[in-house]
């Protein structure tokens, strides 16, 4: 297993020196194609260059060359092999990638093998910092910090003894100060974290001059040390054993964000030898760094450690959807509305399992972060990559954020050479595109989205109507079905001693999080702007409703600082609580009873705001009904109002000390302050500070104890990291394709099932199965930490796989994580069901509707039914991460024909079913499938291609690469 560096190419005869002056070379590509090559699209050049640079005839043929080259008659048409530079982990997904490793490894030695030729062949960075979970915000000790994130005072009856009584602090070294740095509620730390975390230091907003680190930051990393220890153990393990793996410490930043402002490259050079930067990922959000002029897309676990060890993405040569930006987006405009305006222009055109390539005049007029916002939004309107070619703004980002001129200079001669840059005036010739779509930015207005989907744009103007419209709609996407007698219905709650009111459209959670915004300081410190201003205009957030900031990297920090609103934002409760995903993932600290009670008394449809790009029901909190996805400036703003049933442009925010009303319009910043405060504030200093730092470390990473053995010591006790059972039985040769007889249903769902419903996240119920494995195993609740932290345990995540509360199983007519087992007629809970199934010998499949597995690349959304013993999954059609996730861990996608379901069929799921497949098995071959009342039907076996059916044919990816390295 091994990757070409280009040296052992068959078209190595293209290879040419950069200049006279180096000895760089590069494969000159228009010197095969002509005009044949300048009629492609950008994104499709980058696909060839790599095609070229890699063939060696086995991995990647020349018919896969030129099959890329003919693309405008071969789209839609060709397989074609992709490998991409470098591999992007992050923690959640990045463990049971690097323990399916570990587990390789044992597997390799059982065949006779040698373990130690188990390394990732392509260079792969994990980020640790990427999933943080929330246990302090506001510096207010809202839950003591414990392992589960509970609370801790109610468990024991005792205090934290992490906590600590917040403090003013005195500037240090100034003689002319206007007091002490009133950091609001911003308690300070002790000192005993400062010396064990190192961080970005929080200026003070008068005079810019350090004070201690948030208390939040440290104390939510402090119990992120404590509660993953061993996970963090396993990563150092994993850094030190498997050549070619780059750790990201702890404190640091999450993946999307470190990727853009310290990973990537741009242009490699490897070995003298020159070639565009791109990369695959275990995130759907990897897409980020098509902003930069970066080709690169998320294909969850499975996918990415195929490319890790050396072998190519499969992918069919897609359609490239041409979008033309012009005109200009207005001030109140934010690049977040820009987003969302986008997103339902190209959801609308169809754009799914597509490239997007944007062109056009508007292009020149988004800086690289909002070009980036918009990229890493790309999987809400099901593209592949949404692709901003290199130019001259993409140039002034880099040497804005570190690349020195030689380097700078070698970059654009490279990109121009192979016709990779664009000039601000656009090419004499434009690409040909599949399709052209054009958006004039003149027409984008401030938007939100939700209540429940992130395609479901709502205009800010129109945000009180359409909320209320919901409450009277039938449940669905867009309706909560509460009666008119009901809905202007107010619960009084005491919280802190004071009364205060919820009532339908309360705001309960605020965040501002990293996903999507985080990289775009220009909404960011909208954010802050407007914070600044509703301070001093005497506003502030009611304190029942829990806010939070947590920022994608310290560079957000940096600036926030700097420009002095931080400790206005956090004054409003938007105080940082570290570094990650957070409130996006359900990582948030529960409400207060007080809220709790009184949203269940009152049947209360609740409301999260927050900067993200996932909002289904129940993602951010179980009893949250209503969620929007909003840009930072608007997440203060509602938290301010404490409802979204407002009309910001005829109701005020709230009133002055004076009593004089105080409307959004009256604090939102210009776009002249917030260019301003970015030129002055987000400055080279910071991305060489930071990448200084993420070189460096912290204390408490470096101090870490970690094996370096062969093999990874396992630890039968461990809830945490246990070896895989995916290996299991594993023979040298793969058997022949069983024939599937006699199987149950195990779940009969309908459509837009989501890998949020499938796969293991968030907290670990207390009545669930894994919460019982857990238990069983001494554990106490205060210690089941959550799904994403035990990612590495297959026991607890096959146990958390159907496990979410959302699910809706026809078997069962509602919402609920059970199912029924036929053969005793029991309602278990999946798990449990699938468990007694397997016992009893009998295979398992499911029933679904459209777009099964839609939602975030989540590899576990595989493995997990896997583990329980489905073979086969049924449905009118599937997303297709999450097709070629079955496809690589062993499980059949089956699709209905067109027109076709389970309902119009007759099938009511009680039935068995028997099917088997054809010796020559084959893409898109017909089976037919019998059930057990005699009833025939026929399903089109979708495998793409004959990769996934060898994949298949071995029982899944895992399999088929373990048996090359034996």
Request: net charge neutral.
């Amino acid at each position: 297993m091994g990757r070409c560096d280009g040296s052992r190419s068959a078209f190595e005869d293209l290879i040419e020196a950069l200049n006279e002056s180096s000895d760089s070379k590069f494969f000159n590509l228009p010197k095969l194609g002509g005009t044949k090559y300048d009629a492609l699209p950008y994104s499709i050049r980058v696909l060839l260059e790599a095609a070229i640079r890699n063939c060696d005839g086995f991995l990647v043929k020349k018919e896969d060359v030129m099959n890329i080259l003919d693309w405008k008659n071969k789209q839609n048409n060709v397989e074609v092999p992709f490998l991409p530079a470098r591999v992007l982990l992050q923690d959640f997904t990045g463990i049971p990638a690097m323990v399916d490793f570990a587990a390789m490894r044992e597997a390799v030695k059982s065949l006779g093998g040698d373990p130690q030729n188990v390394h990732p062949a392509c260079p792969t960075d994990l980020t640790v910092d990427h999933s943080l979970q929330i246990d302090f915000s506001k510096c207010a000790i809202q839950n003591a910090p414990n392992p589960g994130g509970g609370d801790l005072q109610k468990t024991t009856g005792k205090l934290s003894p992490l906590k600590v009584q917040p403090r003013k602090v005195s500037c240090r070294g100034q003689t002319v100060c206007r007091g002490p740095c009133d950091t609001g509620e911003l308690g300070r730390n002790s000192g005993k974290f400062s010396a064990q975390i190192e961080n970005t230091p929080i200026l003070c907003p008068f005079h810019l001059q350090p004070v201690p680190e948030p208390e939040t930051v440290l104390k939510n990393q402090e119990v992120e040390f404590g509660r993953n220890r061993e996970r963090l153990q396993f990563f150092k393990w994993s850094s030190k054993v498997f050549k070619n793996v780059t750790l990201i410490p702890p404190g640091t930043g999450m993946a999307h964000q470190v990727n853009l402002e310290y990973l990537s490259r741009v242009v490699f050079e490897g070995k003298n030898l020159f070639f565009p930067d791109s990369v695959v990922g275990t995130d759907s959000h990897i897409t980020m760094v098509n902003g930069l002029g970066i080709l690169g897309w998320g294909v969850g676990g499975i996918e990415t450690e195929a490319v890790m060890l050396g072998l190519p993405v499969s992918l069919t040569l897609p359609e490239v959807v041409g979008c033309e930006l012009i005109g200009s987006s207005s001030s109140l405009a934010t690049s977040i509305d820009v987003v969302l305006s986008i997103t339902k222009h190209l959801r609308q055109a169809g754009v799914a399992g597509k490239f997007v390539e944007f062109f056009g005049s508007g292009v020149a007029q988004l800086s690289v972060t909002d070009r980036t916002t918009i990229a890493n939004m790309c999987p809400e309107y099901g593209a592949i990559l949404s692709f901003f070619p290199v130019d001259n703004v993409t140039l002034k980002h880099l040497e804005h954020t570190g690349f020195n001129k030689d380097k700078l200079a070698s970059v654009e001669t490279y990109l121009k050479a192979v016709k990779l840059f664009r000039s601000d005036q656009g090419s004499l010739a434009e690409p040909e595109y599949s399709q052209v779509i054009q958006i004039n930015l003149n027409s984008i207005i401030p938007s939100v989205s939700g209540p429940k989907r992130p395609q479901d744009r709502v205009a800010v103007s129109d945000m009180k109507s359409d909320f209320q419209a919901c409450l009277n709609e039938k449940v669905g996407f867009k309706g909560f079905q509460i009666a008119v007698e009901k809905q202007n219905d107010v619960v009084p709650i005491q919280f802190e001693g004071i009364e205060y009111k919820l009532s339908h459209g309360s705001v309960v959670i605020a965040a501002v999080i990293s996903c999507t915004n985080n990289c775009n300081p220009s909404v960011m410190l909208a954010a802050g702007l407007l914070a600044k201003k509703a301070v001093e205009a005497g506003l502030r957030v009611k304190p029942y409703i829990r806010t939070s900031l947590s920022p994608g990297s310290g560079m957000v920090t940096h600036y926030l600082s700097s420009s002095g609103v931080l400790p206005y934002l956090s004054k409003l409760g938007f105080e940082i609580v570290g570094y990650g995903c957070s409130t996006c993932v359900g990582n948030t600290a529960p409400l207060p009873e007080t809220v709790l009670n009184a949203i269940k008394e009152g049947d209360l449809v609740a409301c999260g705001v927050l900067s993200g790009n996932k909002n289904f029901e129940g993602r951010l909190c179980d009893c949250v009904r209503a969620n929007y996805l909003a840009s930072p400036p608007l997440v203060v703003a509602y938290a301010i109002a404490g409802t979204v049933n407002i009309d910001f442009q005829t109701e005020p925010l709230g009133t002055d000390p004076q009593g004089r009303n105080i409307y959004l319009r009256d604090i939102w910043p210009n776009r002249e302050e917030l260019h301003k405060v970015e030129e002055e504030h987000v400055i080279f200093s910071m991305f060489k500070e930071l990448k200084e730092k993420m070189a460096k470390g912290n204390k408490r990473w470096n101090s870490l104890d970690a094996p370096d053995s062969v093999l990874f010591p396992w630890d039968s006790k461990s809830t945490y990291i246990r070896c895989p059972s995916f290996f299991d039985k594993l023979a040298k040769e793969p058997v022949s394709l069983q024939p599937i007889e006699n199987a149950h249903v195990l779940l009969y769902l309908g459509d837009s099932v989501t890998t949020d419903h499938i796969s293991p996240a968030g907290s670990i119920a207390r009545s669930s199965a894994a919460a019982k494995y857990l238990t069983n195993r001494g554990l106490t609740p205060r210690e089941f930490n959550s799904y994403g932290a035990r990612r590495g345990n297959d026991a607890v995540m096959t146990r958390g796989t159907f496990a979410n509360i959302k699910l809706f199983n026809k078997f069962i007519g509602k919402p609920a994580p059970k199912t029924v087992h036929f053969p005793s007629g029991q309602t278990l809970d999946v798990f449990e069901a699938a468990e007694l199934y397997q016992r009893e010998g009998i295979p398992l499949i499911i029933l679904a509707g459209k777009k099964y597995g839609s939602g975030n690349s989540r590899d576990w959304a595989a493995k997990g039914p896997y583990l329980m013993g489905v073979k086969a999954v049924v449905a009118e059609s599937y997303e297709k991460i999450h097709k070629d996730h079955l496809i690589g861990i062993g499980i059949a996608p089956l699709q209905f024909l067109p027109g076709e379901n389970a309902s119009s069929l007759g099938l009511s799921g009680r039935e068995q079913f028997s099917f088997s497949f054809p010796e020559d098995l084959s893409p898109g071959v017909t089976l037919n499938i019998k059930t057990s009342t005699g009833k025939v039907f026929s399903v089109i076996a979708s495998f793409e291609n004959d990769v996934e059916i060898t994949l298949y044919k071995h029982g899944g990816l895992l399999n088929y690469v373990a048996r090359k390295f034996s």
